[in-house]
């Protein structure tokens, strides 16, 4: 079995403020512990699936794992790409708006 690596694109690369925390490129590759083929097909089978159940019902899926809204929800707050659809991350913005 190969190596398995991460590639990462940094979106703010240039800004003063990722050079002062040590980001000095574009991109990185990371290795990780390898995972294997089979439960990554199985993940993305799963999500694809929801997806399309979500697009021809109108019904948006159950809220992500904690692992896949990074912990604290950082990615449902400032960057999933679907949080203006999302009953979780509205939830979350509602929270916050009660609370300010
Ligand atoms: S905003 Fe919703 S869809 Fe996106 S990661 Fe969070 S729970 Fe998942």
């Known amino acids: ?14 800004l003063e403020v990722a050079s002062r925390r040590g980001i000095d ?5 990371i290795e990780i512990n390898r995972i294997s083929d089979r439960w990554i097909e199985r993940y993305f089978k799963l999500k694809s ?4 159940e979500a ?5 948006i899926p159950g809220t992500c794992r904690s692992n896949e ?3 604290g929800d950082r990615k ?3 960057f999933c790409e679907v949080r203006g659809a999302c009953d979780y991350a509205q939830s979350l913005k509602a929270k916050e708006w009660e609370a300010a």
Do not use: S
């Open 1 to 14: 079995m190969g190596r398995m690596v991460v590639q990462l694109l940094v979106r703010d690369a240039g």
């Open 25 to 29: 490129r574009g991109g990185y590759l």
């Open 49 to 52: 699936r929801r997806l399309f």
């Open 76 to 78: 449902c707050r400032d």
């Open 69 to 71: 809204r990074w912990q």
């Open 55 to 59: 697009l021809w019902t109108g019904r």
